[in-house]
C-alpha cells in the first residue's frame, strides 16, 4: 500500500477517527491494528520475517532486562569493591555477547535478503533452485519494511542492553514500535525509549495540529509529484537511451536534476510519513535539515536521511570503536605513528560504516564504490581539518556570504560526482558520464537538444516555478520559521489562497498515470 | 581533572570550549570522528575505559557534561 492511493487515504480517515473516539489507553491499539492492516494489505502475504525479527528482539529485551535485575542483586550482595567489579564485569560481557549475536544476525539476515535477490538469476541458471524461489524471497523473506524493522530492531536490542530504555514487555507493542505504519516503508528510524513515550502518552484531538499534519502530507506529495516525477521525465530519459549517449552538457544538467529528484522525491515522502503520524500527535524525527546548504560534506550527511547517519554512528562506529578490538587497534597505531595515529580507529570505523551504507543502498559495486568515495572524502577532510584552518588563516580567507557559497557549491559538485556512480545505468555508462562531462561536454548542442529528452519547454518551465516555491520555502525554514505557522497567522483569504494554489497545483500539474508508476518512490528501493 | 579535560577539548575541538547550548553533537560543533579522538584521549590520561554506552549525545551535550562524564566514570573506578 502506498501513500498516495486511495486505499491509504482511506484506511488514514478510518484509524484517524477510530483513535480520537475511543478511550486514551487503548489509541495505541488502533495504531497497531492500522499499521498491520498496512503491512498484511500491502505485502498481501504474511509478515513472517516482522515477527522472527519482533520475537527475536522480544526475547533479547526479556533476557537483558533480567540479566541487569540479577546484577543489581548480586551487586547489593557484594561488599568488596573488587568483587562488585568482577561480577559487573562477568554480567555485563554476557549481555553484550547477546547484543552482538542479535546484531550480527539481524544485520547479517538484512543484507544476504538482499544481495540474495541479485544471486537468485544465476543460482536458477544454474539449476540449483526451483522456478518458485524468486517469489518464495519476494513475499516471505524480502518483504516490505525489511530494512527499517531490522534496524529498528537492532537499536531496540541495543538500548536496552545500554540501558538507555527499558525492555518491552507486551509483544504486541513492541511489534507496533517496529512496523508503525507512517514510518515502516522507508524510515524515519526512530529511537525505541522516544517513540514509545509518544505511544504511551495520551493524545487529544487538536483541529490545527490535524491541519498542519495534512498540510504536510499534501506538501510532500506536491514535491513528490509536480518535482520529482516531472524531474524524472527528463532523467530517465536521459540515462535510458541505451547505446545513444548524450552530450556532456545534458549529462550534467541531468545529474543536476537527479540530485533535485532524490532530494524532493525522499524528503516528499518523509513530509507524508511526518505528516500523517503529526495528526495522530505521534512526533518523529526529522529526517533531512535542508543539505544543499551545507557547506561542507561532513555537514551534508548530518543534514541528509539524518536518522539512518545517526543509527551507523551510534550502533556501528562507536560500538567498533569503543570495543576492545578497536581498542588494541587504536593503542597500537598511537605507539607506531605518535602523531597520526590517533586517527586509525576513526578512519577505519568511517570506512566500514561507509562501506555497510553502501552496501545497504544498492547492491552494485557503483554503491560500494559510492561508498568508498565518501569514506574517503570524510576522512581526509576530518583528519586534515586542523589543516584547512591554518591555510585559512594564512590566506586571510574569512566567514563571509561568498565564501559560505564557495563552501555551498563545493559541496554539490562533490555530490554530483557522486550521484553519477548511483544513478547510471551500470559502472560502464557512469564511466562515459564521466567522460562526456569532461571531454564531451557540447554545450550549444545540449542548450538546442535539451526539450527532446522527455520535458518540453513548458515542462522545464513549471519545473522551475515550482522549484522557486521550494527554496523560498527552503530559504525561510533556513532561517528558523515553520512555514505552516507563518501561513496560519495571515489573514484568512491569504492563508486559504495559498492552500488552495499548492492543491490545486498538485492536481493540475503533477505526473499521474500513463505507464510511469508514479507511486513508487526512489528510496523504497534501498 | 577540569583543567586536562578542559585541554584535551581544545586540542581536539576548540569551539567547544566556547559552546554555551546544550546540544553540542547534534549541531554539529562536535563531529563523531572527533569524539572518538576525544574519548580515546580521556581513556589514556585517565585510565578509564569510556563504554560505547557512554557516548550519546546526553553525555556530549557541552563541557560540563563531559566533564560529568569523566567524573562518574574515575568514581566508579
Redesign the interface.
Known amino acids: 500500500m502506498q501513500f498516495l492511493s486511495s486505499s491509504f487515504v482511506i484506511l488514514w480517515v478510518i484509524c484517524f477517527a477510530l483513535y480520537y473516539l475511543v478511550p486514551k489507553k487503548w489509541q495505541w491499539v488502533i495504531l497497531a491494528a492500522a499499521s498491520g492492516l498496512f503491512y498484511v494489505i500491502g505485502t498481501g502475504g504474511i509478515p513472517v520475517g516482522l515477527l522472527l525479527t519482533g520475537a527475536g528482539a522480544y526475547a533479547c529485551g526479556i533476557y537483558l532486562k533480567r540479566s541487569l535485575a540479577a546484577q543489581g542483586q548480586a551487586l547489593s550482595a557484594c561488599v568488596e569493591k573488587e568483587k562488585k567489579k568482577t561480577v559487573k564485569q562477568g554480567f555485563e560481557r554476557r549481555r553484550k555477547r547477546v547484543q552482538i549475536l542479535y546484531f550480527v544476525l539481524g544485520l547479517g539476515i538484512l543484507l544476504f535478503t538482499k544481495y540474495m535477490v541479485v544471486l537468485l538469476p544465476f543460482l536458477q541458471n544454474a539449476g540449483l533452485t526451483g522456478l518458485r524461489a524468486d517469489a518464495f524471497f519476494a513475499r516471505v523473506v524480502m518483504p516490505l519494511g525489511i530494512s527499517f524493522y531490522t534496524l529498528t530492531a537492532i537499536g531496540y536490542v541495543v538500548d536496552v542492553?545500554?540501558?538507555?530504555c527499558g525492555a518491552q514487555e507486551n509483544f504486541l507493542k513492541l511489534l507496533l514500535y517496529l512496523a508503525y505504519f507512517p514510518a515502516i516503508t522507508q524510515g524515519p528510524f526512530h529511537r525505541y525509549g522516544k517513540l514509545q513515550e509518544e505511544f504511551e502518552r495520551p493524545h487529544v484531538f487538536d483541529y490545527e495540529r490535524m491541519l498542519f499534519g495534512v498540510q504536510r502530507f499534501v506538501w510532500g506529495a506536491f514535491k513528490k509529484l509536480v518535482i520529482a516525477d516531472r524531474i524524472n521525465l527528463f532523467v530517465g530519459s536521459v540515462f535510458g537511451g541505451g547505446g545513444n549517449a548524450a552530450p556532456g552538457s545534458i549529462y550534467a544538467l541531468a545529474v543536476v536534476l537527479y540530485m533535485l529528484q532524490l532530494y524532493a522525491d525522499f524528503s516528499g515522502y518523509m513530509d507524508m510519513a511526518l505528516g500523517v503520524s503529526e495528526t495522530f500527535d505521534i512526533i518523529l524525527p526529522e529526517n533531512f535539515r535542508r543539505p544543499y546548504f551545507s557547506k561542507s560534506v561532513?555537514?551534508f550527511w548530518?543534514r541528509w536521511h539524518i536518522t539512518l547517519g545517526t543509527w551507523f554512528?551510534?550502533y556501528v562506529?562507536?560500538?567498533f570503536?569503543?570495543?576492545s578490538a578497536g581498542?588494541k587497534i587504536?593503542k597500537g597505531a598511537?605507539k607506531r605513528w605518535p602523531k597520526m595515529g590517533?586517527?586509525v580507529?576513526?578512519i577505519i570505523?568511517?570506512m566500514f560504516v561507509w562501506l555497510l551504507t553502501g552496501a545497504w543502498h544498492g547492491r552494485t559495486v557503483s554503491y560500494l564504490l559510492w561508498g568508498i568515495y565518501y569514506g574517503v572524502i570524510?576522512c581526509v577532510s576530518?583528519v586534515l581539518e586542523p589543516q584547512y584552518a591554518l591555510w585559512r588563516e594564512k590566506l586571510h580567507i574569512k566567514e563571509s556570504r561568498l565564501n559560505g557559497l564557495f563552501c555551498m557549491a563545493r559541496t554539490w559538485v562533490i555530490v554530483f560526482f557522486a550521484d553519477v556512480l548511483i544513478r547510471a545505468e551500470s559502472l560502464s555508462q557512469a564511466g562515459q558520464i564521466y567522460r562526456s562531462l569532461l571531454l564531451d561536454f557540447r554545450l550549444r548542442e545540449g542548450v538546442f537538444d535539451v526539450t527532446s529528452y522527455g520535458l518540453s519547454k513548458y515542462g522545464f518551465l513549471l519545473l522551475a516555478a515550482a522549484c522557486l516555491l521550494w527554496l523560498a520555502v527552503s530559504l525561510l525554514e533556513e532561517r528558523g520559521k515553520d512555514v505552516r505557522r507563518v501561513l496560519s497567522a495571515r489573514p484568512m483569504p491569504v492563508r486559504w489562497g495559498c492552500y488552495y494554489g499548492v492543491v490545486l497545483l498538485l492536481i493540475v500539474t503533477g505526473i499521474y498515470g500513463g505507464s510511469y508508476d508514479t507511486a513508487a518512490f526512489l528510496y523504497q528501493s534501498f | 581533572m577540569e583543567e586536562k579535560v578542559l585541554e584535551i577539548l581544545e586540542e581536539y575541538c576548540e569551539e567547544a570550549l566556547d559552546y554555551t547550548g546544550d546540544n553540542m553533537m547534534e549541531e554539529g560543533v562536535i563531529d563523531s570522528f572527533t569524539v572518538i579522538n576525544i574519548v580515546s584521549e580521556l581513556e589514556d590520561v585517565f585510565d578509564i575505559e569510556i563504554d560505547a554506552k557512554y557516548v550519546v549525545a546526553e553525555n556530549f551535550r557541552n563541557k560540563e557534561s563531559i566533564m560529568d562524564l569523566v567524573k562518574r566514570l574515575v568514581d566508579d573506578e
Open positions: 542492553g545500554r540501558e538507555q561532513a555537514e548530518r554512528k551510534d562506529m562507536f560500538s570503536v569503543m570495543s581498542r587504536g598511537k590517533k586517527h580507529t576513526g570505523g568511517t570524510m576530518l
